[in-house]
């Protein structure tokens, strides 16, 4: 090794013990730019804003609106106009981005404030207060769309309820329609926020899950009944398969799409949350459909475990 490269070694240690050593002395090394905190809700006016900041201050939950997050006016060396834009960006998650979902942004304000109450009632009190299973915020929009490969390498677009692998937050679509939904449908509507971080604890630290999917797919020779296109022109509903609604709908196409393992979880998380303490009257709406029911009991069973697991009362 010759001398150079002894010395630029050399130099790189020291730099890196000077930087990476903290003696708690006043003279260590810390950053000192100033960090935006993306996920602070500002005080402005308006009913929404209102409820959105005082969702913030006393739930300590952010709620999104508007896909950019943050828009800040500056100018570069030269004296030109720079817009610095922060984007919630729905499809990028740690280590790939899903670039085939579009969204849809809220616009009316009376949608708006339905969806944020049946947050602050249904959704917030059954919330662990940290850790990984509490959304880092939310984002409310009219739809989420998602592209689809079909045979051929024919691609359709089909709306979605909710998606949430994103790494800053959890995004509900159906926002615009929730004026025209009966208590029953704000309900599930509202509970499917629970599944989207319940459901992934409950397939790391739950082996009963497994059993979930065998019931899904009992009576299936072979193949798996998740993640299928069924044809809506026959009398098939989804509880004939063990789902409580199609994932999706093509219309062109005459078919739904069956959801996928994940999805199917947090639509049977909604309802045990729906159904909590009233379990009889989900057992009388689909006694005729025994999968239904037992997927249900297992679903319900799991949601306690996590519940134990996170804390929540």
Request: proline share 3%.
């Amino acid at each position: 090794m010759n001398a150079m490269l002894k010395n630029l070694l050399y130099g790189i240690l020291l730099f890196g013990a000077l930087f990476s050593c903290s003696t708690g002395d006043d003279d260590d090394v810390f950053a000192t730019e100033d960090m935006i905190d993306w996920y602070e809700v500002k005080d402005k006016p308006g009913k929404v804003n209102q409820l959105l900041y005082d969702i913030y201050k006393n739930d300590k939950l952010t709620i999104f609106i508007n896909d950019t997050i943050s828009r800040e006016e500056t100018v570069d060396h030269f004296g030109n106009p720079l817009v610095n834009l922060e984007l919630f960006d729905i499809g990028y998650y740690v280590f790939s981005t899903d670039s085939r979902v579009s969204i849809q942004v809220s616009s009316d304000s009376t949608a708006m404030l339905k969806a944020l109450k049946a947050i602050r009632e249904k959704v917030i009190p059954y919330l662990p207060e940290r850790g990984d299973c509490r959304p880092h915020s939310i984002l409310l929009l009219d739809s989420i769309s998602r592209l689809y490969d079909f045979t051929k390498g024919k691609f359709l677009w089909a709306e979605i309820p909710m998606y949430q692998k994103s790494i800053k937050g959890i995004s509900v679509g159906r926002v615009k329609q929730l004026p025209e939904m009966d208590d029953e449908e704000i309900d599930i509507w509202a509970r499917r926020i629970l599944g989207g971080k319940s459901a992934s604890w409950i397939k790391e630290n739950c082996e009963e899950y497994e059993e979930f999917e065998k019931k899904t797919n009992e009576g299936r020779s072979s193949g798996s009944y998740y993640n299928i296109n069924v044809n809506y022109t026959t009398k098939d509903v989804p509880e004939t398969y063990g789902f409580l609604e199609w994932y999706c709908k093509f219309d062109s196409e005459k078919k739904y799409k069956t959801p996928s393992l994940e999805d199917d979880m947090v639509e049977y998380i909604a309802y045990v949350y729906a159904y909590r303490g009233r379990e009889e009257a989900f057992k009388e709406k689909y006694a005729e459909y025994n999968k239904v029911l037992e997927k249900f009991i297992m679903m319900k069973a799991m949601v306690e475990k996590y519940e134990r697991a996170q804390g929540i009362q």
